[in-house]
């Protein structure tokens, strides 16, 4: 290694002594405040690094402990969420059985206002899966006297008709169903016209003539005449009508919601009954959310099945005494 020069020599050794110097009166001088000089230069020299190490720590411990909040905070999360998602099944639940009860009042009352007509309660239990056909199947069958072409309702107005039966379960052609139809009439002016379903949720009445005189929201009632259903059950309401040739052409909604239908009542004869405009369904009360389970299961008591006579003049079936408000329940 070479050496330093000699030339040179007295500059470093020059500015040695200099610094040499400069230490000792760091050393020796002495503030009131700040304590010595030489401790000011340090502290001021290393406190930027000190800082930097102090900020780059305190952000590394930060971050450590923000990991695992984050993880107790996901598990936390995650079990809200299930508990969350159970209880809306439970909201749901309950809603349904409120619904349910509510349903099962409407045809219990109208059971009550119609004691002396037969009539069998039944569940929905199947739908047409196809646009071809609207029909359902009911959880009553031949076992239960159901026979073909007996008429189903609910409490709001007419469903349709039974066209198969078999030993446990039957099938109803809804109102709305292309080859379905019911005799109707005007329930004003009391214009007979029949009513067919077009594969569609509204109905059609046919055979009026563009003179008659037919107004948007005229009810529309069966005629009783297809020895089907009763006389003036409610089929629905007009909501249009346009001039054709040679007859008009008028669209009904029906009276009963046939798109949401679970549980319906089957006429077991042809017996005139009235839905009575004031019968509204039943709003939940503590005496039905209340009810104990087993009266609620108990089995429909009905009339004897009497099967639909050619005429209007039927004879009515005995109703035993024992039936109550829940001849109309389904099972």
Do not use: C
């Amino acid at each position: 290694m070479a050496g330093i020069p000699s030339r040179h020599k007295s500059i470093f050794l020059l500015a040695g002594v200099v610094l040499l110097q400069i230490l000792l009166l760091a050393l020796q001088i002495k503030r009131d405040s700040e304590g010595r000089l030489i401790r000011v230069w340090t502290v001021g020299a290393f406190s930027p690094f000190e800082r930097a190490g102090n900020h780059g720590i305190g952000h590394l411990r930060e971050t450590w402990r923000h990991y695992f909040a984050l993880q107790n905070a996901s598990r936390e999360n995650e079990q809200l969420r299930k508990e969350n998602d159970e209880l809306k099944m439970q909201v749901n639940q309950l809603q349904s059985k409120a619904s349910e009860a509510d349903r099962l009042a409407l045809l219990l009352n109208f059971h009550k206002s119609h004691e002396n007509v037969p009539m069998l309660g039944a569940r929905v239990i199947a739908t047409s899966a196809g646009t071809a056909s609207a029909t359902i199947v009911l959880d009553r069958g031949s076992k239960d006297h159901i026979k073909k072409n007996m008429g189903v309702i609910t409490p709001e107005g007419v469903v349709g008709k039974v066209v198969e039966v078999y030993e446990n379960t039957s099938e109803v052609l809804l109102l709305t169903d292309k080859d379905s139809g019911v005799g109707a009439m005007l329930g004003t002016s009391r214009k007979q016209s029949p009513v067919g379903g077009a594969g569609e949720p509204l109905l059609v009445m046919k055979y009026v003539a563009n003179d008659d005189v037919v107004n948007v929201g005229d009810r529309v009632v069966t005629s009783g005449m297809d020895k089907i259903f009763p006389r003036d059950l409610p089929i629905g309401t007009i909501t249009e009508i346009k001039p054709g040739n040679p007859f008009k052409s008028i669209r009904i909604r029906p009276s009963a919601d046939l798109e949401r239908l679970e549980e319906v009542i089957v006429l077991l004869t042809l017996q005139p009954l009235q839905l009575n405009p004031e019968t509204e369904p039943a709003k939940p009360s503590a005496s039905v959310a209340t009810k104990p389970a087993a009266e609620t299961s108990k089995p429909p008591v009905t009339g004897t099945a009497a099967k639909p006579a050619p005429t209007a003049s039927v004879t009515e079936a005995p109703v035993p005494d024992s039936t109550n408000a829940a001849a109309v329940k389904p099972e």
